[in-house]
């Protein structure tokens, strides 16, 4: 995206290195852990450094200093990140791969803000598909003259499309793949009747129907629809344990993204985990909107065991990087 981020690399006592950047979202839920300028992010790790050289840790041991350092989240998990990365274990190999949320059209704060919902994916099995779909999809909307204009997340935002020429489409183009829809908490109080959409469009999931406050909303909306379709937390939950147990209370979500930024630490971000898997969650392993090439996102959810990732359009060295992580690490 153009915009400054941070790097950090480690080096272990037995000489393993690694390296680990870290993105910022475009649209930051307000729960969760805050960011600072990358350049003060940079004096804090300075800072930090002297806290950990030389010293012997686990990574827990080194989160929990981590969260009670008071620098950024971007700070902490640059850390975090690169000291996991260090840690993993070469030629490992995976019994479970994730299906793949791919990013056909996007809107709100990543496009064209005429296109209120945030994210339309296309629900895929394989890399292979992922690429060839997407491929087709791009050719279709050449050929149909669409203007390709690009969103923030490697897909296409064009003008003159609104919601439902976006679903059209898709449903034109993609008759028997199911579709995932991030709507960001977009819609106002009587634009959609969620029946209706799901009626019209095969729909399997769809993420943050409300907004991050509007808790009986969220209820009334899990029991009509809870057993039909996928109803996935982001700004309700960030990846926190304790925003997760509140979804819980009564049950709105079956299942949680998963985004290591939102929380600031692996360890952290693992707990966000095992509170999700505790009570039969679905786990969506997300990048970000203002991204690196960095992959090891990719790494993360296969090492979790994913149900699903989002790494956005199959375009762009970005998001291109963690379809190709996945290549390398075994999925077909």
Same mark, same amino acid.
């Given at each position: 995206?153009?915009n400054?981020t ?8 037995? *000489?393993?290195?690694?390296?680990a950047s870290v993105?910022a979202?475009?649209s930051?839920?307000?729960? @969760?852990? +805050?960011?600072?300028?990358a350049t ?5 790790i300075?800072?930090?450094?002297k806290e /950990?050289v030389g #010293?012997e840790m686990?990574?827990v041991?080194?989160d929990?200093?981590?969260?009670? =350092? ?6 902490t998990?640059?850390?975090s990140?690169?000291v996991?990365k +260090?840690?993993?274990?070469?030629? #490992?190999k995976?019994n479970?791969y994730?299906k793949?949320l791919v990013?056909?059209?996007?809107g709100?704060k990543?496009g064209?803000?005429?296109i209120?919902?945030?994210e339309?994916?296309?629900?895929e ?10 491929r087709r999809?791009?050719?279709?909307l ?10 923030a997340?490697?897909?296409f935002?064009?003008?003159?499309f ?5 679903l059209?489409?898709?449903r ?7 579709? +995932?829809?991030?709507?960001a908490?977009s819609f106002?109080?009587?634009e959609?009747?969620? *029946?209706e959409l799901l009626?019209?469009?095969k /729909?399997a =999931?769809?993420e943050d129907?409300y907004s991050?406050?509007e808790?009986d909303?969220?209820?009334?909306f899990y029991a ?5 379709i996928?109803?996935?937390?982001d700004?309700?939950?960030?990846t926190n344990? @304790?925003r997760i147990k509140m ?7 079956n299942?949680?993204? /998963?985004k290591?930024?939102?929380n600031g ?5 693992? @707990?966000a ?6 009570n039969d969650?679905?786990?969506v392993v997300s990048?970000?909107? @203002?991204?690196?090439s960095?992959d090891? /996102?990719?790494d993360f959810a ?9 790494f ?5 060295g970005?998001?291109?990087a963690k ?9 077909k």
């Open positions: 995206m153009g400054e941070v790097e950090v690399e480690v080096k272990g006592e037995n *000489g393993e290195r690694a390296a993105p979202g475009i930051a839920g307000k729960y @969760e852990v +805050a960011n600072v300028p003060k992010a940079v004096s804090q300075e800072n930090f450094k /950990i #010293r686990n990574q041991g080194l929990d200093l981590l969260v009670g =350092s008071g620098m950024g989240g971007n700070a998990l640059a850390i990140a690169a996991w +260090a840690g993993l274990k070469v030629g #490992r995976y479970k994730p793949l990013l056909m059209f996007e709100g990543h064209n803000a005429d209120t919902v945030q339309f994916k296309v629900i099995d394989s890399v292979t598909d992922a690429v060839g779909d997407f999809f791009k050719d279709y050449q050929d149909a003259g669409v203007k390709i204009v690009g969103g997340e490697g897909a935002s064009p003008t003159g609104d919601n439902w020429k976006a059209d489409m898709l034109r183009v993609f008759p028997d793949k199911n579709i +995932a829809l991030d709507v908490g106002v109080e009587g959609v009747d969620y *029946g009626r019209r469009y /729909i =999931s769809i129907p991050d406050e808790w909303k969220w209820a009334d009509k629809f809870g057993k039909k996928m109803i996935i937390g700004d309700l939950t960030v344990p @304790e979804a819980m209370s009564p049950k709105v979500v299942a949680v993204i /998963i290591p930024n939102q630490t692996i360890s952290g971000t693992l @707990e985990v095992k509170v999700a898997k505790k969650l679905k786990l990048h970000r909107a @203002e991204e690196t960095d090891w /996102i990719a296969l090492e979790i065991e994913a149900d699903f990732v989002k956005g359009g199959v375009e762009r970005e998001r291109v379809y190709n992580r996945l290549r390398a690490l075994g999925m």
